[in-house]
């Protein structure tokens, strides 16, 4: 069964304090892994798109690993402002999208 | 340039009544998907358009059905409600295909009561 897993469900860091969030997927064939930012009383935003193992992206503090089971959205001395839900997608081949349950962050002052 | 608009933003119906929402793309995008977000299970894919075809659909009731316009405007219908059927629903587009990834509207926040 295809499925979309990530972890923590939550987390909590300081200021400064460097972690990664984790989505592991289960897909017959992968055309492609999106993470998403989502804020309360919002609608998701775009943040990356990976399509193959060994590809990253950057933005600002945030990173974006791939391999064949799982993708990390590292960050990187993090801000308040980075307190957000963050979402992890995956099309599969046979042109379905299954999102995570997501990874609530909370960066504390 | 205009992000997605759905409309409207809140919406309260009685268990039984039907509804339909609006969505309205980015300018240029032909396709537009609908997902419905609750706490417990997260996005769920609802349907998708594209030139006015359903190219997909996800694992919903009939209940739930959607069109597109020729304007790529889109609009969802949910019939006979449940109680269930409380949640956010988002409305999403993309320029061609969906492997691009999607802009999010904000969401339509429907209660049924």
């Known amino acids: 069964e295809d499925q979309v897993t990530q972890s923590p469900e939550a987390l909590r860091l300081q200021e400064g304090e460097s972690s990664s969030l984790n989505c592991s997927y289960t897909v017959s064939g992968l055309r492609g892994l999106f993470w998403y930012r989502q804020d309360p009383g919002k609608g998701p935003e775009f943040l990356f798109t990976l399509y193959s193992a060994g590809e990253e992206k950057e933005k600002e503090r945030l990173k974006a690993t791939l391999t064949k089971k799982e993708s990390f959205l590292h960050i990187t001395a993090p801000k308040p402002e980075d307190s957000a839900t963050y979402l992890c997608a995956v099309h599969s081949t046979g042109n379905q999208f299954y999102f995570g349950t997501g990874t609530s962050l909370t960066v504390i002052p | 340039k205009a992000g997605v608009t759905q409309t409207p933003r809140y919406l309260i119906k009685t268990r039984g009544q039907q509804v339909t929402l609006s969505c309205s793309p980015i300018?240029?995008?032909?396709?537009v998907s609908w997902y419905q977000q609750t706490p417990g299970q997260g996005l769920q894919f609802l349907f998708e358009?594209?030139?006015?075809?359903?190219?997909n659909k996800g694992n919903f009731p009939g209940r739930f059905s959607g069109r597109q316009f020729s304007n790529s405007r889109s609009e969802m219908n949910v019939s006979t409600l449940e109680l269930g059927d409380s949640a956010l629903y988002l409305c999403?587009?993309?320029?061609?295909?969906?492997?691009?990834?999607?802009?999010f509207g904000s969401g339509t926040r429907l209660t049924v009561v």
């Open positions: 300018s240029g995008h032909r396709s």
């Open positions: 999403a587009s993309s320029l061609l295909d969906s492997i691009y990834g999607y802009t």
């Open positions: 358009y594209f030139s006015e075809t359903q190219r």
